[in-house]
C-alpha cells in the first residue's frame, strides 16, 4: 500500500481561491544433414559403409570422434594425443589412425569402437593408406608401412628412396582399393608413384605439382591422380596427372580456393575449396569440367562470410550416396555435414497457375521441367491438388513432358479459397527428386457474421453473455470465440469453438474486469468466404475508499459525514484493481457558501495490493465541510485498460 499526505489547509486555500478547475524451386531428393562435432580440430576423416559409421580426429584434442550418418556422435574415443591420418581396412574391420603421442599406429575395431593395438613405428606418423592389407604412412618428408599380417608386426620406413621431397607441408598419400599395388606420395612440389605389390616401395613415375596441394586422391581405374589444387587453365582447380607419366591433364574448375579432394568408387570428384562468398564443395561426374552438383555453406558465425571447409575434410559413402565434409565458422565450431545425392542433378520444376479464378470453372496450369541433361519427352510428373476439402492434398491424373519439358493440364477446382497445385518429379538414377508449385485465389461467396455489445460499458466483475451470428454457409457452420483483453501482460485467448445452433448463434461469456475486444471467427468452407467481425465492451475500474481517524459518523441534512477533530488527519484509504504503473486520481472540494469548490486533483501511485492512503493534514479549525473521491482516469491514471471510473464523494467536517 502506498501512503502520501496533503496539507490540507494548503489545499483548501486554493479550492476557496477559485471557482473552477480547468481539466517453383529446384528440391534435393532428401534433406543433407548438419550436426555439431565435439572436437577442437579436424586432422583426417574416413567413411565405414558397413556399419554407416564416420570417423573424425582431432589432433588437438587427442580424440576420435564416432557418428552416424547423420552426425549423432556413437563414440567418442580419448587419450591420442596428435592424432592425425585415419585408414579404413579392406573388410571394414578396423579403422587405422595415426598418433603423434607414442610415434604409434593404433586400431580401432569398426563394431565395438575399442583399441585392438597399439604399434610402434619410431617415427611420428601423418597421412595413412591401407594398400593390399599393409599400414601405409607419411613421416617427414618420407613414408613408410606397417605389415601386421605376420607373428610380428613389421615397420619399414624411409621408403620413398631417392626422391628429394623436400616441401614443408608434410607428405600425401593416396591409394585406391579398386587399384591393388599402387600408392602415391606427393610433397610440396613433387609427386611419384609407386609399385607397393612386393615388400618395399618401388618408384614407377616422378612428377610435378602445385606447391598449394593439400590432398592427393587416384581415381579407380587407376589412371589418373587428383591434386587438390592444380591447373585447369592456372585457375583455381582440382588437378589431374596420368599415373603412367605424370603429365597433367585437364582437370576440374571449382572456387577459391581449393583445399580438398576425393574421388568415389564410380569415379565421382569431390573437389572443396576455401570459400567464404561461394559453394564449399564441388561434385564432378569422370572428365566432365562442369559440376553436377554445389553445396554452399550457412554463415553460422559472426562475420559476414559463411562457414568454411576444413583442409581435406571431404569423404565418400563407399555407395556414393553421400560427401561427407566438416566445416568450420568463427567461433572455430565443427560441424559434420552429410550432403546428399551428390552424383545426381538437381532439376528445376516451374508451374504457372492463374493467380485468381472463378470456383466450379475450368482453369490451365502450365509449367516446365529443366535439368543440365535434359530430361527425356514424356516424363510423367505427379499432380497434386490442395485446398479446404483436401488440406491433405488430393491427387489429380498425373501428367507428361514435352521434348522441351514442358507440360500443361487443366482442372475445374470444386472449392474456393486457395487452392494449391503441386508438380513432383520422382527422380531417376541421375537426376534428384524435383516439385514445384502455384496457388490460385478461386472466389467464395460472403456470409453474413456478427457479434453483439459492441461499445457497452459494465461494471468491474460483471459477466457479460457474447453472441455472435453466422448467416447463410456450404458446409461450414463452426464459430470461434477470442476475448483479448486490454494491456501488454494478457494475450488473446479463445472462449469458445463450436458449432452454431439451428437459429446461426453461439454465445461466450466474458467477465469484464478489462476493456475486452471480443471476436467471432468463421473460418470459411468451400463456397463461402472466411469472415471475421470484433466487438469490442469496455469496463469500469473497481474502486472504493474508506475513512479512518474520525470519532463519529453523522448527518448534515440527508448526506451521511464523518466528523473529525480539527487537530485530526484524516486518512482516505482507496482500493482499485492493480495494474502496473497505474495511480489513482484524488479530488477534493471544499463547500462554501453553498457551492463545492475544487482543490487541483493529485494522482497517487497504487501498491501491488492496489491500495493507496492518503491523509489530509489536519487543518486546525473548526467548521469547514469538505468531501474527496478517488478515480481511475483512461490514460491520466497511467494505463488504458479500463474505463475512467470514478468512486463514490466520502464527506467529511472539522469540529473542535
Known sequence: MRRRSIATATALAVALGSAALVGGVASPASADSAKVLPVKSVGDIVVDGAHQRVYVSDPTGGTI??????????????????VTGLALSADSGQV??????????????????????????????????????????????????????????????????????????GMFLASDPAVPGVLVAGNGGDLAVYDVSADGAALRVKGSMDTAVKQLDLTPDGKQV???????????????????????????????????????????????????????????RPGDPVPVREYDFPNTGDSSGADTLVDGALAWAPDSSRVFAVSVNTHGTHTLRALTDPTKELPALKVSAPTKSERAKKLTVTGKLTSRTPLPAGTTLKVTRTDVDAPKGKALAGVRTKADGGFSFTDTPPA????????????????????GSDTVDVSRKSTTLSLNNNGKLYSYGKKVTFTAHLG???????????????????????????????KGDLSATVTMTRDTTVSAVFAGDARYASKT?????????????SVSKHYKTGKIGST?????????????????????????????????????????????????????????????????????????????????????????????????
Open 65 to 82: 570422434v564416432v557418428t552416424d550418418y547423420s552426425g549423432t556422435v556413437k563414440a567418442k574415443l580419448t587419450g591420442l594425443a596428435g
Open 96 to 169: 587405422y589412425a595415426a598418433v603423434k603421442d607414442g610415434n604409434r599406429i593404433v586400431s580401432v575395431e569398426t563394431s565395438t569402437y575399442t583399441r585392438t593395438a597399439s604399434h610402434p613405428v619410431g617415427v611420428t606418423p601423418g597421412d595413412l593408406e591401407v594398400v593390399d592389407g599393409r599400414i601405409w604412412f607419411a613421416h617427414g618428408t618420407d613414408f613408410g608401412s606397417l605389415d601386421t599380417s605376420g607373428p610380428e608386426p613389421v615397420v619399414r620406413l624411409a621408403q620413398r628412396g631417392d626422391i628429394g621431397f623436400s616441401g614443408a607441408f
Open 226 to 284: 587428383l591434386t587438390s589444387w592444380g591447373d585447369p587453365e592456372y585457375g583455381y582447380g582440382i588437378g589431374s596427372y596420368s599415373t603412367a607419366d605424370l603429365t597433367e591433364q585437364s582437370g576440374y574448375p571449382i572456387d577459391a580456393y581449393p583445399n580438398a579432394v576425393r574421388v568415389a568408387p564410380d569415379g565421382s570428384v569431390a573437389g572443396g575449396s576455401f570459400s567464404w562468398y561461394d559453394p564449399d564443395v564441388h561434385v564432378h
Open 416 to 435: 474456393g479459397g486457395k487452392v494449391t497445385y503441386k508438380v513432383s518429379y520422382a527422380g531417376d538414377a541421375t537426376h534428384a527428386p524435383a516439385s
Open 472 to 502: 447463410t454457409t456450404y458446409k461450414n457452420r463452426t464459430v470461434s470465440i477470442y476475448a483479448d483483453p486490454f494491456g501488454s501482460d494478457k494475450s488473446k485467448k479463445l472462449l469458445k469453438t463450436a458449432k452454431v445452433n439451428s
Open 533 to 545: 467481425v470484433k466487438s469490442t465492451g469496455y469496463a469500469r475500474a473497481k474502486v472504493s475508499t
Open 560 to 656: 451521511t459525514y464523518y466528523y473529525f477533530r480539527k487537530n485530526t488527519d484524516p486518512v482516505f484509504t482507496t482500493t482499485m484493481n492493480y495494474y502496473e504503473g497505474r495511480k489513482q486520481r484524488f479530488q477534493l472540494q471544499v463547500y462554501h457558501g453553498g457551492t463545492w469548490y475544487d482543490s487541483p486533483s493529485e494522482y497517487f501511485a497504487l501498491g501491488t495490493d492496489g491500495k493507496s492512503a492518503v491523509r489530509l493534514e489536519a487543518p486546525g479549525e473548526s467548521g469547514i465541510r469538505a468531501r474527496m473521491r478517488s478515480s481511475y482516469v483512461n490514460g491520466s491514471s497511467g494505463d488504458t485498460v479500463n474505463s475512467t471510473t470514478h468512486g463514490a464523494w466520502k464527506y467529511f467536517t472539522f469540529t473542535k
